[in-house]
């Protein structure tokens, strides 16, 4: 019953609906990322190096063997780097705007925070926390000037 309890409480202070949002934003990302790597970046690398497909490149350790009647009896052994040099643009593309995105927010939070912008709304508790910064630096000042 604690457990479920517990359970109830992580459900209720919204951190499971934060963490649903973030994987279903990030699957339906991690499409678009896909789609942006494999239609529209490699196809322009592909034609500038004449025409390589990249999804197909591999080193081949064993070719496959098939028997006189056409039927494949042993798989083929291959390394697809092609497949690396996929993902690892995906996680360049990735990375990079996730950085942007986090530069973005942290100039958004840095305004935010600034109690003396006028154009943002500072949130409640730097501005409290403003105003008691301003009233304790006006007592210590008091107490300075009755020494």
């Known amino acids: 019953m604690k457990l479920f309890n517990e359970f109830k409480e992580f459900a209720v202070k919204g951190n499971m609906m934060d963490m649903a949002i973030g994987i279903i934003i990030g699957a339906a990302f991690n499409n678009v990322i896909d789609v942006l790597t494999k239609k529209v970046l490699l196809p322009p690398l592909s034609l500038l190096s004449d025409g390589i497909n990249f999804q197909d490149k591999k080193l081949v350790l064993r070719d496959a063997i098939t028997d006189s009647t056409g039927t ?14 996929e993902a690892f643009l995906d996680f360049l593309i990735i990375g990079f705007t996730v950085f942007i995105v986090v530069k973005f927010m942290n100039r958004l939070r840095r305004k935010a925070q600034d109690t003396k912008d006028v154009t ?11 105003d008691l910064k301003a009233l304790m630096e006006e007592q210590n000042d008091l107490l300075k000037t009755t020494k």
């Open 72 to 85: 494949m009896t042993t798989s083929e052994v291959a390394i697809a780097y092609g497949h690396l040099f």
């Open 120 to 130: 943002v709304v500072t949130p409640k508790d730097i501005e409290l926390l403003s």
